[in-house]
């Protein structure tokens, strides 16, 4: 865990937009896990990186854990206390599938229209993602694969964070 919020950490503080749009062969270190090669960048690699995460059915099943957790977190509680779960899980697995060029279409508000006002704080920024990662580890999604989405996600904290 420590490793993953350093990388998270890592990606956030130097990730360019340019590294998104080349992403090089991203680091291995599950030795459960064989790289494809070549690994192909995020916009064109089909939907590889979707099946890791168990396809929309997985998302969904991973959305479930992780809003429960958000609701236990002191840090996250307050934003997601009487917000419309429902509604933040369906968008997120819209969001998520289209991040990782599934075949979806995210019907939801852009991140900078859906968190105006919020005041989210770094703080709570980081504590969902560290929620999000103990989910992902729970449904055995790959790291690299976990990498990857969260590398998708890095960029959209601006709009977020402070709004
Ligand atoms: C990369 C990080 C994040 C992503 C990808 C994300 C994504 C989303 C999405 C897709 C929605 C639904 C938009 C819609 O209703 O149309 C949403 C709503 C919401 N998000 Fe986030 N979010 C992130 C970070 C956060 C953080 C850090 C918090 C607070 C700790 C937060 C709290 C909320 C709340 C409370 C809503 C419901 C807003 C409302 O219904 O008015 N989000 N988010």
């Given at each position: 865990?420590?490793i993953n919020i350093a990388l998270w950490a890592l990606t956030l503080m130097v990730l360019p937009a340019s590294?998104?749009?080349?992403?090089?062969?991203?680091?291995?270190?599950?030795?459960?896990?064989?790289?494809?090669?070549?690994?192909?960048?995020?916009?064109?690699?089909?939907?590889?990186?979707?099946?890791?995460?168990?396809?929309?059915?997985?998302?969904?099943?991973?959305?479930?854990?992780?809003?429960?957790?958000?609701?236990?977190?002191?840090?996250?509680?307050?934003?997601?206390?009487?917000?419309?779960?429902?509604?933040?899980?369906?968008?997120?697995?819209?969001?998520?599938?289209?991040?990782?060029?599934?075949?979806?279409?995210?019907?939801?508000?852009?991140?900078?229209?859906?968190?105006?006002?919020?005041?989210v704080t770094e703080g709570a920024f980081y504590a969902l993602v560290e929620e999000l990662?103990?989910?992902?580890?729970?449904?055995?999604?790959?790291?690299?694969?976990?990498?990857?989405?969260?590398?998708?996600?890095?960029?959209?904290?601006?709009?977020?964070?402070?709004?």
């Amino acid at each position: 865990m420590k490793i993953n919020i350093a990388l998270w950490a890592l990606t956030l503080m130097v990730l360019p937009a340019s590294a998104l749009a080349a992403p090089t062969e991203p680091a291995v270190s599950d030795p459960s896990i064989t790289p494809r090669a070549p690994t192909l960048p995020l916009a064109t690699d089909g939907t590889a990186l979707l099946e890791s995460f168990g396809g929309t059915a997985g998302l969904t099943r991973i959305m479930d854990d992780v809003m429960v957790r958000w609701l236990a977190n002191p840090r996250t509680r307050p934003f997601f206390e009487g917000s419309d779960e429902e509604r933040i899980k369906k968008q997120l697995v819209e969001q998520f599938c289209v991040v990782m060029n599934g075949p979806c279409t995210y019907s939801g508000r852009t991140m900078a229209e859906s968190h105006k006002g919020m005041k989210v704080t770094e703080g709570a920024f980081y504590a969902l993602v560290e929620e999000l990662q103990i989910s992902l580890n729970k449904a055995n999604v790959p790291f690299f694969a976990q990498n990857r989405l969260i590398a998708a996600l890095a960029p959209m904290h601006r709009d977020i964070i402070d709004k």
